[in-house]
């Protein structure tokens, strides 16, 4: 059995990644997959997340496989002092792979390290979420037809948004063009744009949402999140900077999509889900079929 | 004899570390695990330096390193020199070279980082840029500079 497991989006080479998003392709032409009849799947969810979970576990359902595991830490033996590397060694033994989401940084890497079976990381605090870039990299394949080339525009929370490290980290390998829309305290962080740099990327940094909205194939748009803020005061500050509305679309390029890891608060306006732009729920949609591709590819199967 | 020959003692045997920072050489004496050892250390604390103003020196008699040892000096004390002690004389120079991983010495300064909270022997890539070294966990993926390390 193949021990590759998922943490970090950069686990995945530009290859690995295309073969992911065709094999995603193909699991949403034809849902039902059986394949994995006869695994077990342990989905173990130490802080809460609705939607990645029954994403994922859906995904399992879908290939046939059978899922255990747990939607919050308190009633696990964790809550009793058991440390992380005991609970996954012993839902090592159980199961084929396990699916992880934790509060601490770093968390789902070690467990990938004492278990004998492939990790998925569904998000470690503000580290990284690796099926989130992924089928945001589907969902921008799907309505752009291609991944070279682009323009995005990442808006918002720049600074502790993983969501967008992660999609510029995958989107360095087909030569993109970026544009952070972020106040000054929330400006994409600068070994993000040495990165940049390093493998000679342009980008431009602004303030301004409505400058640059008529440029760019992809518009990223990202929810200020309370949660990952130290300090309160810098919170209220930003929390509604940017509010994307349907009057302000007039001239963008036809082919121009927005995108939202969800869930949206006040950057989005309700106006906009009537746009053809507006593609966010169907993005969300698109993480069953990479999450199914992600567990089979994982497993040795496709 | 030179005016430092003076104030720190000469060594027949031993490991002198010399051109250490002078505010690092207590933890110089932590990351070479050499508060329990039976052997005679001679420490020095500002010293005229012309590198630092002041410096620091460590003598350690009858003690010989595995570079691998000396090498995790090289967070600390880049600049530092290792000089191997036979018979009263100098008999090998060395420098420190920075090691690519750093395993088990530094701590992680992201509060949210997994090894801040459970057992975990912390581990570090090192990224030099100048002067300055910079590590970067293995684990939660964020920088530390060295000069938060300890």
Do not use: W
């Amino acid at each position: 059995m193949s021990r590759k497991s998922l943490i970090s989006i950069g686990d995945f080479s530009k290859e690995e990644i295309l073969h992911v998003l065709e094999t995603a392709k193909e699991f949403e032409q034809n849902k039902e997959q059986n394949f994995l009849e006869g695994k077990v799947i342990a989905s173990l969810f130490f802080e809460p997340s609705t939607r990645t979970r029954l994403s994922f576990e859906t995904a399992i359902n879908r290939l046939g496989a059978k899922v255990i595991g747990f939607s919050d830490a308190t009633n696990t033996s964790q809550s009793k002092g058991e440390t992380l590397k005991d609970t996954i060694m012993m839902v090592s033994n159980y199961v084929d792979m396990i699916i992880m989401r934790h509060p601490l940084e770093g968390s789902s890497r070690y467990a990938s390290e004492v278990a004998s079976v492939p990790v998925v990381n569904a998000g470690d605090g503000a580290n990284q979420h690796p099926s989130q870039t992924l089928l945001d990299l589907y969902s921008i394949l799907k309505t752009q037809g291609t991944l070279e080339g682009l323009t995005i525009n990442m808006v918002g929370d720049l600074k502790y948004g993983r969501t967008t490290h992660s999609l510029l980290q995958a989107m360095s390998h087909f030569n993109p063009k970026f544009i952070f829309t972020a106040p000054e305290e929330l400006k994409m962080p600068k070994e993000y744009k040495a990165f940049l740099d390093s493998k000679g990327i342009e980008y431009i940094e602004t303030t301004s949402l409505e400058d640059n909205l008529n440029d760019c194939d992809i518009l990223y748009m990202t929810r200020v999140q309370q949660e990952r803020f130290t300090d309160p005061m810098e919170y209220e500050r930003v929390k509604d900077v940017y509010t994307l509305d349907a009057s302000m679309l007039g001239n963008v390029k036809e082919n121009m999509k927005i995108l939202h890891p969800l869930p949206r608060v006040t950057e989005i306006n309700q106006d906009v889900d009537e746009t053809p732009f507006a593609y966010y729920f169907k993005q969300a949609e698109n993480g069953l079929y990479v999450r199914m591709a992600i567990i089979s590819y994982l497993l040795g199967y496709r | 004899m030179t005016h430092e020959e003076l104030v720190v003692s000469a060594l027949e045997n031993g490991t002198v570390l010399d051109h250490i920072p002078a505010e690092n050489v207590y933890k110089a004496l932590d990351i070479l695990n050499l508060r329990g050892i039976e052997s005679q250390i001679t420490i020095g604390i500002n010293l005229n330096s012309k590198i630092y103003g002041k410096k620091g020196i460590i003598k350690i008699a009858d003690k010989f390193f595995e570079d691998h040892e000396l090498n995790k000096l090289a967070l600390i004390a880049p600049k530092a020199t290792v000089n191997i002690i036979r018979d009263f004389k100098v008999v090998e120079k060395k420098k420190l070279v920075m090691p690519e991983e750093i395993i088990g010495i530094a701590k992680c300064r992201n509060p949210k980082c997994v090894t801040n909270h459970q057992p975990i022997k912390t581990r570090f890539t090192t990224i030099a840029e100048g002067d300055n070294i910079s590590l970067l966990c293995h684990f939660c993926e964020k920088i530390t500079s060295s000069r938060h390390i300890f």
